[in-house]
Nanobody, 124 residues
Framework: VQLVESGGGLVRAGGSLTLSCAAS????????MGWFRRPPGKAREFVSA????RGTFYGDSRFTISRGHDKNSINLEMNNLKPEDTAVYYC??????????????????????WGQGTQVIVSS
């Protein structure tokens, strides 16, 4: 599955931003999809995930993951953004091995396909 993120940009602290991830196949063809981010100088970290059979999973309650109306995308709505949310945000798909079947949605190892990322900068 090919993934392309969009919606990143510059926003002030306290503001909101919605990211989108367009998939080359219908999102239901995957086992789960997720959002991760890589802050400057840090490792990639879990943000949120969605499983079509088990629901949604969040690393932060300010963020909401959802499936797009076109069935080929997922979105990440981010509210009350903080400067520490500055990062490159990546979309990922568990598309081949159902690696998330045991609930390991927050591990990068559970995902087979990744987008190129979209930059989010939150100014103070």
């Amino acid at each position: 599955v090919q993934l392309v993120e969009s919606g990143g940009g510059l926003v002030r602290a306290g503001g909101s931003l919605t990211l989108s991830c367009a998939a080359s196949e219908q999102t239901y063809s995957t086992y789960a999809m997720g959002w991760f981010r890589r802050p400057p100088g840090k490792a990639r970290e879990f943000v949120s995930a969605i499983s079509w059979s088990r629901g949604t999973f969040y690393g932060d309650s300010r963020f909401t993951i959802s499936r797009g109306h076109d069935k080929n995308s997922i979105n990440l709505e981010m509210n009350n953004l903080k400067p520490e949310d500055t990062a490159v945000y990546y979309c990922a798909a568990d598309s081949r091995y159902w690696s998330t079947r045991n609930g390991e949605y927050s591990s990068t190892e559970s995902y087979d396909d990744w987008g190129q990322g979209t930059q989010v900068i939150v100014s103070s």
